[in-house]
């Protein structure tokens, strides 16, 4: 029987991501980004994704934008939506930390709690989980385009991790993660692609 073949890419970079927010897809790509998707197609119009029959992206616009500078069709699927931040949407990493250190801490150490008053780490697994454990398509080869955090956390449960285990991942700007399931085992292996300069992480890369 094939595999289900699926191919996880973080969407370029924004502004917003570059100063390290909260929430920074919903920003349309800046030009940077832009053209460091554009870049990665060949003349040829191939993309490092090699065939892909289906793309979906998340409803923001980075991760729509990036689909479509990479030549892709995509269909927006809800799951694949940013952590709802709340309070926290908007600002940076750097603010939360100096304003709301306690919390801050207790977010990531503590996967139910979610003190910004938005979906918690816990809710977040339990939403991308159960959209990939409904990736069964034998021989179809699917793109989801989506956030650092989203692919994080799909590589966490992917590979049966505690959740504590998101702040040692590390996601960049048009990181490609390919997943293959046989059964009920998914396998991995991912890659990033150079970016060029100013491959900032933001607080969800």
């Given at each position: 029987?094939s595999?289900?073949?699926?191919?996880?890419?973080a969407?370029?970079?924004?502004?917003?991501?570059?100063?390290?927010?909260f929430?920074?897809?919903?920003?349309?790509l800046?030009?940077?980004?832009?053209?460091?998707?554009?870049a990665?197609?060949?003349?040829?119009?191939?993309?490092?994704?090699?065939?892909?029959?289906?793309?979906?992206?998340?409803?923001?616009?980075?991760?729509?934008?990036?689909?479509?500078?990479?030549g892709l069709?995509?269909?927006?699927?809800?799951?694949?939506?940013?952590?709802?931040?709340?309070?926290?949407?908007g600002?940076s990493?750097a603010?939360?930390?100096?304003r709301e250190?306690?919390?801050?801490r207790q977010?990531w150490?503590?996967?139910?709690?979610?003190p910004?008053g938005?979906?918690?780490l816990?809710?977040?697994r339990?939403?991308?989980?159960g959209?990939?454990?409904?990736?069964?398509?034998?021989g179809?080869?699917?793109?989801?385009?989506?956030?650092?955090m989203?692919?994080r956390?799909?590589i966490?449960?992917?590979?049966?991790?505690?959740?504590?285990?998101?702040?040692?991942?590390?996601v960049?700007p048009?990181?490609?993660v390919?997943?293959?399931?046989?059964?009920?085992r998914?396998?991995l292996?991912?890659t990033?692609p150079?970016?060029?300069p100013g491959?900032?992480?933001?607080?969800t890369?």
């Amino acid at each position: 029987m094939s595999a289900t073949s699926l191919r996880l890419v973080a969407h370029a970079h924004t502004g917003a991501l570059r100063r390290g927010v909260f929430g920074a897809g919903d920003d349309d790509l800046d030009e940077g980004g832009r053209q460091a998707a554009l870049a990665l197609v060949g003349p040829d119009r191939r993309t490092p994704l090699g065939r892909v029959d289906l793309c979906l992206t998340s409803p923001a616009a980075a991760a729509t934008q990036t689909a479509y500078a990479l030549g892709l069709r995509p269909t927006v699927e809800a799951a694949l939506a940013d952590c709802d931040y709340a309070a926290w949407a908007g600002r940076s990493l750097a603010d939360v930390g100096a304003r709301e250190p306690e919390a801050l801490r207790q977010w990531w150490e503590s996967p139910e709690v979610a003190p910004h008053g938005g979906e918690s780490l816990a809710a977040l697994r339990d939403r991308v989980g159960g959209w990939l454990d409904g990736q069964l398509a034998p021989g179809v080869r699917i793109a989801a385009v989506t956030h650092p955090m989203v692919v994080r956390v799909a590589i966490v449960h992917a590979l049966q991790l505690p959740t504590a285990v998101l702040p040692s991942l590390d996601v960049a700007p048009l990181a490609v993660v390919r997943l293959s399931r046989h059964g009920s085992r998914w396998r991995l292996q991912f890659t990033a692609p150079r970016v060029g300069p100013g491959s900032e992480r933001g607080p969800t890369g």
